[in-house]
């Protein structure tokens, strides 16, 4: 198993485990908050936090050459892989179950898998294929027990799957960009430029209105997601990747403990009670971590023409 230095762990240990929260405290404040509403508020709370350290830290500069360079990259990376994916995951919430979600959220390791050997011919060792199945398996016992018998929620499923192939290619862009740019500049863009193109598309829809409605909780939930999600978290992935043996396709497999963190945060907040198959389900997903440790940089060997492994 390749060895990471230790504070590489603890930048992807807190990430995940911030990430975790977005799920339980957005519940608290949707509604009265639309998904434009949501995501200019988030956005904005990550923009200014992150800007006071990039002030002090005199990073600006770095952001500016960084948009100079590379535009359409970030664009797409902050807008496209980062911001569309959130709105359509928001979107699908009332149309399916929040089972649904995280299971199919957990698909992002096998698309960034098939999306590397499709578009980048990235072949996958054999070790990420066993570390896939294990791992999605270990997410639907998990949330057991399911209920698919009739599936009312076809349609917030399908728009689920859509926002979670498309954010699938964030982790690649992420990994690109990291070896460009600094982690907090990198951060940086994927809040300033959703808050900016989500402001005018909220005050155009009208659901300016909807922040009024908060609670003074609810602004403090939206406060935390805001800097600890979009600033701090983010920042800390950002810090993951800079490691040069991180792949996107581990760290995806990284990720799918914030369904196991999530649960485990339930349980303290509701007093959520499991069972032997969701703690089974746990091991699991901890075991496809171990698993797809194995070789994350054979991963990395493009295929050739003929489809055969470059040597």
Known sequence: MPRFRSRTYVFIFVAILLFSTVFVFSKQIIPPLTSISYMFLRSIFGTLFLTVILASRKLFPSFRQLVKECWKDVLIFSLVFHLLPLILVFVSTPMTLPTDQVIINNLSLSFVVIINLIFFRIKPTKYLVVAVAVNFAGAVLVLWPLDFSQNPNLVGDIIMIIAVFIGSF????????????????????????????????????????????????????????????????????????????????????????????????????????????????????IVSIVIANKAPTRAARPLSKDGEEKK
Request: charged share 5%; hydrophobic share 50%.
């Open 170 to 285: 964030f982790s690649i862009w992420n990994k690109k960009l990291s070896a460009k740019a600094d982690p907090l500049v990198l951060g940086y863009s994927i809040n300033v430029f959703p808050a900016a193109v989500s402001f005018p598309l909220m005050l155009a829809t009208g659901q300016a209105s909807t922040m009024g409605a908060l609670s003074p909780l609810g602004w403090c939930y939206i406060i935390f997601i805001g800097i600890g999600i979009s600033g701090i978290a983010y920042f800390c992935l950002n810090l993951g990747y800079c490691e040069p043996g991180i792949t996107p396709e581990l760290m995806s497999t990284w990720t799918t403990l914030i369904p196991v963190f999530g649960m485990v945060i339930s349980i303290f907040l509701y007093g959520y009670v499991i069972g032997p198959v969701n703690i089974l389900g746990s091991i699991m997903v």
